[in-house]
């Protein structure tokens, strides 16, 4: 795991998972299994703007919020539990700020696990790789992949429903085994989202006096 997906784990988390999504074709794979690749693939490409809520959990710690979406490169985490915690992708940099420790901070998008995803193209055919395709009568599947380049650091499991595909949930597991699990609770299209949710100045610093 980068120093940058340590730094925004609380928040990042929640689109970590969907931007190690990127899988080589690999011969594993059965022709049912691409196709769901493929289905996968459609479905994020075509999720550019929307916003939901989401439940995040990890061991007995439970965090809320919301989140919005606007493609290419622009995502906003805004948690309710804990109040005030912010993950924000004004399409150059991912922000994070922590109100109950007043600590800021800040990374190039490109650096970081959102660049993938916030693209414009998404693309499911470089970066990682899948081990397993689980498909369930209902429509529904599940994908689960790690990263080519570093495959001891973990894996992700993105869980779609079917008929019509949604992104239900998705569930981290690091190095060590722990698990960050992370619920969709709604997820809608959305249009005209205001710029602003996309913004955000560093709150530590104070304004210079003359």
């Known amino acids: 795991m980068t120093v940058s997906r340590r730094a925004f784990a609380l928040g990042s988390a929640a689109v970590a998972a969907v931007a190690a999504l990127p899988a080589h074709a690999q011969s594993n794979l059965s022709a049912e299994d691409r196709a769901v690749l ?4 459609t479905y994020l ?3 550019t703007s929307a916003q939901g809520t989401f439940v995040e959990s990890t ?3 439970r965090r809320e919020g919301r989140f919005y979406l606007q493609r290419p490169g622009k995502m906003r985490f805004e ?3 804990p ?4 993950v924000v992708s004004d399409g150059s940099n991912v922000k994070r700020y922590d109100p109950r420790l007043n600590v800021f901070r800040q990374v190039p998008l490109s650096q970081t696990p959102l ?3 916030l693209a414009r193209t998404v693309r499911l055919d470089q970066g990682v790789r899948i081990d397993r395709v689980t498909r369930m009568d209902s429509g529904a599947f599940a994908i689960t992949a790690r990263d080519n380049r570093r495959p001891n650091d973990g894996s992700v499991v993105l869980a779609f429903a079917g008929n019509p595909i949604r992104l239900q949930e998705w569930t981290i597991v690091d190095a060590q085994g722990g698990r960050t699990r992370t619920q969709l609770t709604t ?7 205001a710029a602003s949710l996309f ?5 530590t610093q104070r304004p210079r006096r003359n």
Request: proline content about 6%; charged content about 10%; hydrophobic content about 40%.
């Open 45 to 47: 490409q075509g999720l």
């Open 79 to 81: 948690y309710t539990t």
């Open 115 to 117: 660049s993938t995803f």
């Open 83 to 86: 109040a005030g915690l912010l």
């Open 38 to 41: 493929a289905q996968a693939q």
């Open 187 to 193: 997820l809608r299209p959305a249009s005209g989202l």
């Open 199 to 203: 913004q955000l100045r560093d709150p």
């Open 59 to 61: 061991g007995a710690q």
